[in-house]
């Protein structure tokens, strides 16, 4: 089973701000990953998938990038409905499709 | 409006069975893998697998194989996860989730998810 991993665990960073988020896979995933949002209360909401396509209605502010082993997920200039928990998931090598452990993206 | 429609939370005992609904609508339900997802107070998001709405198959997690069974109702628009020998561990919100792509494939990304359906175990 493929073990993702994100870093950091919580982002603490200022609305108007750039937010990188970082996921890692124990092995290549090629191209074959995704970014979700998820806030309290709520289900995910695909944002990004194929490592870099956005989903549809999602802002252009979200970008995603990276192959193989390591991936990120930008959030260009931070809006207040930002802040919530992202996941990485890879849907390469399954079952089964694997989720990160999520980092929380705070307010300074 | 398309969404996905869960039934309502549920307390077991351990031991017991749960079986929860997902109701589709405002998209065609027949054309698209639907897969079901949980998450544990405080875990990452796990897949359980998922159900062909179109002929019944299954795959599933080899965690839930044995434990869990995922059928359709064609007819109602409807997928159910039955997850049975209830644990405490199984204490988590469960959702149902559709692929993105259309069948007969399936990506296994998730474009549109049910809210959630809380299942509590405790004696």
């Known amino acids: 089973e493929i073990v993702m991993t994100q870093s950091p665990a919580t982002l603490s960073v200022s609305p108007g701000e750039r937010a990188t988020l970082s996921c890692r896979s124990s092995?290549?995933?090629?191209?074959?990953l995704a970014w979700y949002q998820q806030k309290p209360g709520q289900a995910p909401r695909l944002l990004i998938y194929?490592?870099?396509t956005r989903a549809t209605g999602i802002p252009a502010r979200f970008s995603g990038s990276g192959s193989g082993t390591e991936f990120t997920l930008t959030i260009s200039s931070l809006q207040s409905e930002d802040f919530a928990v992202y996941y990485c998931?890879?849907?390469?090598?399954?079952?089964?499709?694997?989720f990160g452990q999520g980092t929380k993206l705070e307010i300074k | 409006q398309v969404q996905l429609e869960q039934s309502g939370a549920e307390v077991k005992k351990p031991g017991a069975s749960v079986k929860v609904s997902c109701k589709a609508s405002?998209?065609?339900?027949?054309?698209?893998?639907i897969h079901w997802v949980r998450q544990a107070p405080g875990q990452r998001l796990e897949w359980m697998g998922w159900?062909?709405?179109?002929?019944?198959?299954?795959i599933y997690s080899q965690k839930f194989q044995g434990r869990v069974t995922f059928t359709r109702d064609t007819s109602a628009n409807t997928a159910f996860m039955e997850l049975s020998s209830l644990r405490s561990e199984d204490t988590a919100v469960y959702y149902c989730?559709?692929?993105?792509?259309?069948?007969?494939?399936?990506?296994?990304?998730?474009?549109?998810w049910g809210q959630g359906t809380t299942v509590t175990v405790a004696s």
């Open positions: 989730a559709r692929d993105l792509v259309l069948i007969p494939a399936a990506m296994g990304a998730f474009d549109l």
């Open positions: 405002g998209y065609t339900f027949t054309s698209y893998v």
């Open positions: 159900i062909n709405s179109v002929n019944g198959n299954t």
């Open positions: 092995q290549s995933v090629s191209r074959n």
């Open positions: 194929d490592a870099s």
């Open positions: 998931q890879q849907y390469n090598n399954w079952p089964p499709g694997t």
